[in-house]
C-alpha cells in the first residue's frame, strides 16, 4: 500500500491537493534504489516514470570515448521521465541512480493519463519543466565559469536539498562522474570542504556539518536556482 505521507516529501507531489493525490497514489509502486541502478539507456523508449522522496536519480550525457558527465539529476523537487509530458517517449541521455534510496514510480501511460484527467497534475508538472529548464541553463554556465571546489560545493547542497537531509551515501567516483571530472580533482576539493570543517566525509558516506559555510563555498549557482525552485514549486 502507497504511503500518502511519503508521497508529499517529493515537492511535485505534496501541492496536489488530496483527491488528486490519491488518483496518483492509485497508480505508484515504491521502489528502493541502488547506486548505479540503470532506468534507461540513451535512446531507449521511456517505460515508467519516477517520483524520487529520498534517492537522487541522475540524468548523464556519454561522449563517444566512454566518459561520463551528469547532464541534470533529479530527487525529491522534480520527476524523472518527465519529458513524457512534451509528447516525447525517449531521450538521449542515459538514466541511473545516483544517491540510493526510495521513489515511487508509474506506468508511462498511467502518468499520460493522469495528464489528461486532471488539470492540477498538469500544471505541477509545467512548473516543474520551468525550473527544469532554468536549472538546465544555469549548469551549462556553470561549468564554464566556475572551478571544481565551487561546483562540488554547489553539487553537495543540490543533492542535501534533493534527499531532504545532511547525509547521504556518496562515492568519490559518483561524484567524479557527476562533475565530469577525473577523481583526483574531487579528492582535492572534498578534502579541503572537509578540512574547513564544511563536510565530513568516510567510507562512501557524506554528512554536511555547515551548510551556510558550503554555501559560501559555493558559487551563487546554487542560491540562484533553489530560490527558483523554492518560488516556484514551495518547499524548504
Same mark, same amino acid.
Given at each position: 500500500?502507497?504511503?500518502?505521507?511519503?508521497?508529499?516529501?517529493?515537492?511535485?507531489?505534496?501541492?496536489?491537493?488530496?483527491?488528486?493525490?490519491?488518483?496518483?497514489?492509485r497508480?505508484?509502486?515504491?521502489e528502493?534504489?541502488?547506486?548505479?541502478?540503470?532506468?534507461r539507456?540513451?535512446?531507449?523508449p521511456?517505460?515508467?516514470?519516477?517520483?524520487?522522496?529520498?534517492?537522487?536519480?541522475?540524468?548523464?550525457?556519454?561522449?563517444?570515448?566512454?566518459?561520463?558527465?551528469?547532464?541534470?539529476?533529479?530527487?525529491?523537487?522534480?520527476?524523472?521521465?518527465?519529458?513524457?509530458?512534451?509528447?516525447?517517449?525517449?531521450?538521449?541521455?542515459?538514466?541511473?541512480?545516483?544517491?540510493?534510496?526510495?521513489?515511487?514510480?508509474?506506468?508511462?501511460?498511467?502518468?499520460?493519463? #493522469?495528464?489528461?484527467?486532471?488539470?492540477?497534475?498538469?500544471? @505541477?508538472?509545467? /512548473?516543474?519543466?520551468?525550473? $527544469?529548464?532554468? +536549472? =538546465? %541553463?544555469?549548469?551549462?554556465?556553470?561549468?564554464?565559469?566556475?572551478?571544481?571546489?565551487?561546483?562540488?560545493?554547489?553539487?553537495? #547542497?543540490?543533492?542535501?536539498?534533493?534527499?531532504?537531509?545532511? @547525509?547521504?551515501? /556518496?562515492?568519490?567516483?559518483? $561524484?567524479?562522474? +557527476? =562533475? %565530469?571530472?577525473?577523481?583526483?580533482?574531487?579528492?582535492?576539493?572534498?578534502?579541503a570542504?572537509?578540512?574547513?570543517?564544511?563536510?565530513?566525509?568516510?567510507?562512501?558516506?557524506?554528512?554536511?556539518?555547515?551548510?551556510?559555510?558550503?554555501?559560501?563555498?559555493?558559487?551563487?549557482?546554487? %542560491?540562484?536556482?533553489?530560490?527558483?525552485?523554492?518560488r516556484?514549486l514551495?518547499?524548504?
Open positions: 500500500m502507497v504511503d500518502v505521507a511519503e508521497l508529499r516529501k517529493n515537492q511535485v507531489l505534496a501541492n496536489l491537493s488530496e483527491a488528486v493525490l490519491n488518483d496518483v497514489a497508480r505508484l509502486t515504491r528502493v534504489m541502488a547506486t548505479w541502478q540503470l532506468f539507456d540513451e535512446g531507449a521511456i517505460s515508467r516514470v519516477h517520483f524520487p522522496v529520498d534517492s537522487v536519480i541522475s540524468i548523464v550525457s556519454l561522449s563517444a570515448e566512454g566518459s561520463v558527465a551528469e547532464a541534470y539529476a533529479v530527487g525529491r523537487d522534480g520527476i524523472a521521465g518527465v519529458e513524457l509530458a512534451l509528447g516525447q517517449d525517449r531521450t538521449i541521455h542515459r538514466t541511473m541512480c545516483q544517491v540510493p534510496g526510495v521513489a515511487y514510480s508509474m506506468s508511462a501511460a498511467g502518468f499520460l493519463e #493522469l495528464l489528461a484527467a486532471h488539470t492540477e497534475f498538469q500544471h @505541477q508538472v509545467d /512548473l516543474y519543466l520551468h525550473c $527544469l529548464i532554468a +536549472m =538546465l %541553463g544555469r549548469s551549462g554556465s556553470c561549468n564554464l565559469m566556475h572551478d571544481v571546489p565551487e561546483r562540488c560545493a554547489r553539487w553537495l #547542497l543540490s543533492t542535501r536539498d534533493r534527499v531532504g537531509g545532511d @547525509q547521504f551515501t /556518496l562515492t568519490q567516483e559518483v $561524484l567524479a562522474t +557527476m =562533475l %565530469g571530472v577525473h577523481r583526483p580533482a574531487v579528492t582535492l576539493a572534498a578534502g570542504l572537509q578540512k574547513a570543517g564544511l563536510i565530513r566525509y568516510s567510507r562512501g558516506q557524506i554528512a554536511i556539518v555547515d551548510a551556510d559555510g558550503l554555501r559560501e563555498a559555493s558559487c551563487e549557482c546554487y %542560491g540562484i536556482v533553489a530560490d527558483e525552485f523554492r516556484v514551495g518547499g524548504p
